[in-house]
């Protein structure tokens, strides 16, 4: 009975590099496919999220009318060149959910497959492990997106938001290159979760300090310097700043060229990095047998 | 069963009550203790949570002290402003997570049943939870205050923190009583995760955790229905615009109100909650 099946998995995963490839997208599709079945199993709880990240939006926005009494704030002015705090605000929070994608999305997929009592079969598979948290990861991707969308709307009618059109494109070249690096960083929160079981501290630890350094509600400039510095080894820095400048005209203290260097380096870095480090803990895991620990 | 549960039940004095409150406040804190990064976790990072919005004002106003902050609150200090309301709000949510979820661990644990079994109504139990997360919201916000005090410098002298501690026991009794209700649902819906997230959203936005709810109307309207409201405006009241204690007897008679609303109403929610869950036999069900 299992010959059949047997067959044609391993002349796909040792065939051409092509075919490799298929074999591997497929697995991601796959992936996606069935984080999509799982969410909306429940779609009151989909519902909900979709409004999340609105109502979380909000008293920032509407703290920084308070503080300023208005719209428009001549301080906020005076540093980036824009003045106008609900769109500075807004372009910013849109990027604490690629944030979450990397630290909860792909950070807790391992241990939500170990609840569903899945890990086991998900490890056997015959596809690299990094291909399964790239499937979270698009379906992670899809999902932010929407709720960007959603966010964006609800914000635009409450409050008549303006962009510069021009700067679409370019923006979605930016974000882009940042959620490759964030692919990175994630591969290192899925791999915590192999050791510490209980991951999510971690996730909120880290969540909470880079929530602090990204200038998401605030221009760099006001974070104290050593703040700055770790800011700048953090990609959704570049992209949050590269963004607003597109469309809202922000000065980021660096060229949009060396923005994206600086993008495609921390790229390169986090992947490698994160693949590195997820290989060994795999190794370790699996060597110590304490994969299915709980 | 019945028969053997019954008279234990109708057996059981004011002291063995108390033995099990106190019996489940140790076994609570054992478990907590069990994980000492979590006691540093939870003292250090609700304040770091308000840093963006610290950084926030300081961009947006370029000082310490905003003018629009100051005639809508009465004190142009946002970041203690700010700081307040992550002190005040962490028995809150420890409330809602500890207290208003905790059947549900329980069902995690595979305990659940065993609570419900045992001669104990599960309203005593809830009681000693509750006590126990109360030590805890206190231990971490001693914590908070005093990493407030060393490097914020906002001032808590003993003639603010008395009456700054009534207020907060008016609003935690409420509140715990709107917790046990809560609890009650775990025991019908079982998954509330949802639920708490969505009641984290309202106290986000309808109540001045993080903002002065009066720069809109809509907040400001609906956030009088809430107990947090009037315990945060005063809390601030006191702390920050230096009012005389005695002039908050307004506020004081409105949370005594909504405590009592809030406790007989939860009690009895609970008891019908629980009776409903046992009659229709869905309490070992996950």
Request: charged share 10%.
């Amino acid at each position: 009975m299992a010959q059949p099946d047997a067959k044609p998995l391993c002349p796909t995963i040792t065939g051409s590099p092509i075919a490799r490839l298929r074999h591997y997208a497929h697995a991601v599709w796959a992936e996606n496919i069935k984080e999509w079945k799982l969410e909306l199993t429940y779609p009151a709880d989909f519902a909900r999220g979709l409004i999340d990240p609105v109502v979380y939006l909000l008293p920032y926005l509407l703290y920084g009318l308070a503080l300023v009494g208005g719209r428009q704030s001549a301080n906020l002015e005076k540093l980036v060149g824009t003045s106008d705090i609900v769109t500075f605000v807004t372009l910013g929070y849109v990027f604490i959910g690629f944030l979450n994608m990397a630290l909860w999305a792909m950070g807790f997929s391992l241990r939500k497959e170990q609840f569903y009592g899945t890990l086991e079969s998900v490890f056997a598979a015959p596809v690299p492990r990094w291909i399964f948290t790239m499937g979270m990861s698009m379906h992670s991707i899809l999902h932010q997106t929407l709720m960007i969308a959603v966010q964006i709307v609800f914000i635009t009618a409450l409050f008549n938001m303006t962009v510069n059109p021009v700067g679409l494109l370019p923006s979605l070249a930016i974000v882009g290159l940042m959620l490759v690096a964030l692919y990175g960083i994630g591969m290192i929160m899925a791999s915590t979760t192999l050791i510490f079981k209980q991951g999510w501290l971690i996730s909120e630890g880290l969540g909470s300090i880079l929530l602090v350094v990204t200038p998401i509600a605030y221009p760099l400039a006001v974070l104290p310097v050593f703040m700055q510095k770790v800011a700048l080894t953090v990609p959704t820095t570049y992209g949050i700043l590269t963004v607003r400048h597109f469309l809202l005209g922000e000065r980021m203290g660096f060229s949009v060229t060396t923005a994206f260097l600086r993008v495609a380096v921390l790229s390169v870095v986090w992947v490698a990095f994160g693949l590195i480090v997820f290989a060994l803990i795999d190794r370790y895991t699996r060597r110590s047998g304490t994969l299915s620990h709980y | 069963m019945s028969a053997t549960v019954a008279p234990a039940r109708s057996g059981m004095t004011s002291a063995s009550y108390a033995h099990v409150v106190w019996a489940e406040f140790t076994k609570t804190v054992n478990i907590w203790l069990s994980y000492p990064i979590m006691i540093a976790f939870w003292a250090v990072f609700p304040l770091l949570w308000v840093m963006p919005y610290v950084f926030q004002g300081k961009a947006l106003v370029g000082s310490m002290s905003s003018p629009s902050f100051q005639q809508l609150t009465g004190s142009g200090n946002y970041m203690a402003f700010v700081l307040i309301g992550a002190m005040i709000s962490t028995f809150i949510f420890s409330g809602l997570w500890g207290v208003g979820n905790s059947l549900r661990e329980e069902t995690y644990w595979g305990t659940m049943e065993y609570i419900i079994a045992s001669p104990t109504p599960p309203l005593v139990i809830l009681i000693g939870k509750t006590l126990a997360e109360w030590a805890w919201s206190s231990l971490m916000v001693a914590f908070q205050a005093a990493i407030i005090g060393i490097f914020f410098g906002v001032q808590f002298t003993v003639a603010k923190v008395l009456p700054v501690m009534l207020l907060l026991g008016l609003l935690m009794v409420g509140f715990y009583g709107f917790a046990i209700a809560f609890a009650g649902l775990t025991l019908l819906i079982k998954e509330v995760q949802g639920y708490v997230h969505t009641l984290e959203w309202v106290f986000f936005l309808f109540s001045p955790i993080r903002y002065p709810v009066q720069v809109n109307p809509i907040t400001q309207l609906v956030s009088t229905l809430i107990p947090l409201t009037w315990a945060l405006v005063a809390i601030r009241s006191i702390m920050l615009v230096n009012q005389k204690p005695v002039n908050l007897w307004r506020t004081v008679i409105v949370l005594c109100a909504m405590d009592i609303v809030l406790l007989v109403g939860g009690y009895f929610l609970f008891v019908w909650l629980e009776r409903k869950t046992r009659r229709d036999g869905t309490v070992g069900m996950h």
